[in-house]
């Protein structure tokens, strides 16, 4: 960044584009911090002014998804920010699959990461890497919809980054309360099941980070939920009852955890969404799970001659954002691991969960993709839910804001 565009910043500020409650929030956080904000808020903008803010002429990082990066989403509004006040913005993408190998390269950069509850464990590598980088950094702002979706087991690499706890161990030592958990051997396994002082980690936390609601700052259309109930097959009853089908055993905890969620109901499912599709000239995004599940929705889909885009771990084809106000009659089918985050499809205005994730983050982060900031018509949701199945568990424990859990598993099917 040029020393004349420093000088310009005050007036960059000044006359920047952002929301009023864009603008409260920037000036109640620091230089470093958590923008822990709803999909559709705008976080993205919201950054590159507080970088603008902030820099003292540095580069700019943006550590992100590889789906945000491919999607191009940073990359138009630094172009946006750049024109609207014909200035130059020096930056860098980085994907979070490279974050490990490459962290080193970024010495002195300030550091944005996108979706950083991809580094919230500390252990992992890509969690080290996201630690060590912030201590090369200028400054860093970390943004998510759901950075510790899981309780305070998420919140440490934060809590290490921001200087409050050396490592992992430090924080379980003093905050961690164990019990014992007998997993088929003699000697029991300590677990965590609680945490100590949790009003000392709340006052920490909230420290370094802030929280915005959508509905405390944005007049969003409506957003409609329908429940559609299907029965349970012959084929999800004999797995339930017998373990076994065609041959298969389901004699482990994920082999039945499979069996019972794809064998659940996938021809009514099929059939109701090609009843929705063939009714409707409307955007709709599809969020399955199996590969078997895309395969059968692509062939009805190209039966109704419907425009097909796609987010997969094989392929990512969307529509160009110039063309969306044209855009009708498509269907978007996303995988949930690739495209739960970091993709914008405010083209698209039915939403069809097909089948359920277990994950509470993955849930919200997709219910996001369609009902953000851009949105200009109603939303309309369906959730597949077959009755006296794990779904109906399934989408209990993420409408209580909670992960699936193994343990939730094996409650509900008696084990």
Known sequence: MSQALLNKRSSILKNSILYDFQKKLLNSIDKNYIVAADTGTGKTIMAIYHYLRHTKGEPLLIVAPPQKIKEGGWDRDISFVSKQHNIAIEYE?????????????????????????????????????????????????????????????????????????????QFLKEHAIYDDMYVGRPKPVKVVSDWKDQEKLKEIYQSFSIKLAKEDCLDLPGIVFHDIKFKATKEYNIISKDRVLDDELYDSVPKLQHGLRYHANQVDKLKYSEMLAEGTSENIIIFYYYQEEKEQLQKIMKKLKKTIFEVSGQKTALPKKDDWNGLSNSVTLVQYMAGSAGIELQYANVVIFYTPTYSFQDYEQALGRAYRNGQKKKVTVYRYITKGTVEVGIYKALNDKKDFTEDLFKKEMGI
Not at 96 to 111: C, E, H, P, S
Not at 130 to 158: R, V
């Open 93 to 169: 993408t980085l994907s979070y699959g490279v974050l490990a190998k490459r962290w080193k390269d970024y010495n002195g950069y300030f550091v944005v990461y996108d979706e950083c509850h991809y580094i919230k464990n500390p252990t992992s590598q890509r969690g080290k890497a996201g630690i060590n980088l912030t201590k090369i950094a200028t400054h860093y702002l970390l943004l998510s919809a759901t950075p510790s979706s899981n309780g305070w087991g998420d919140t440490i690499a934060y809590m290490i980054m921001f200087g409050y706890y050396k490592n992992k161990t």
